[in-house]
C-alpha cells in the first residue's frame, strides 16, 4: 500500500526559510508525477508546485515562483519543497501527492495524499 508521509514543517518569521519532506512508502516504481498542495483554514486546497518524473520539470504556482524550489531524491523516494522569503500568506497545511499519471496544479483526481504538515509564518 502507498504512503506518503510529510515532515518537517514548523513555525518561522516573515522572510525566513523552512523544508519539508515527503517520504513515499511501498511501490516499487516512481510515480509519474509528485506535488505539494497547501490549504489554509477557510480555504479551498490549492497548488503550490508539481514535478514530473519522466524530464524532471517542475510547474510553479504563480504565488512562489522565485520563492520556493522542488526536488527529488530518487534514492530516497522522497521529495523535498525548499520554502525561502516565507510571507503570512504561505500559512497552510502542506500536503503531498503522488500519481501513477498525468496531473497538474489542480487537486482534484491525485491519486494518493499525506496527512499534511503545518506551516506557520508569523509576522
Known amino acids: 500500500q502507498v504512503q506518503l508521509v510529510e515532515s518537517g514543517g514548523g513555525s518561522v518569521e516573515v522572510g525566513g526559510s523552512l523544508r519539508i519532506s515527503c517520504a513515499a512508502y511501498?511501490?516499487?516504481?516512481?510515480?509519474?508525477?509528485m506535488g505539494w498542495f497547501r490549504q489554509a483554514p477557510g480555504k479551498e486546497r490549492e497548488g503550490v508546485v508539481v514535478?514530473?518524473?519522466?524530464?524532471?520539470?517542475?510547474n510553479y504556482a504563480d504565488s512562489v515562483k522565485g520563492r520556493f524550489t522542488i526536488s527529488r531524491d530518487n534514492a530516497k523516494n522522497t521529495v523535498y519543497l525548499q520554502m525561502n522569503n516565507l510571507k503570512p500568506e504561505d500559512t497552510a497545511m502542506y500536503y503531498c501527492?503522488?500519481?501513477?499519471?498525468?496531473?497538474?496544479?489542480?487537486?482534484?483526481?491525485?491519486?494518493?495524499w499525506g496527512q499534511g504538515t503545518q506551516v506557520t509564518v508569523s509576522s
Open positions: 511501498g511501490y516499487s516504481y516512481d510515480f509519474y508525477c
Open positions: 501527492a503522488a500519481d501513477w499519471t498525468h496531473r497538474d496544479l489542480s487537486p482534484r483526481e491525485w491519486r494518493y
Open positions: 514535478v514530473y518524473a519522466a524530464d524532471g520539470s517542475a
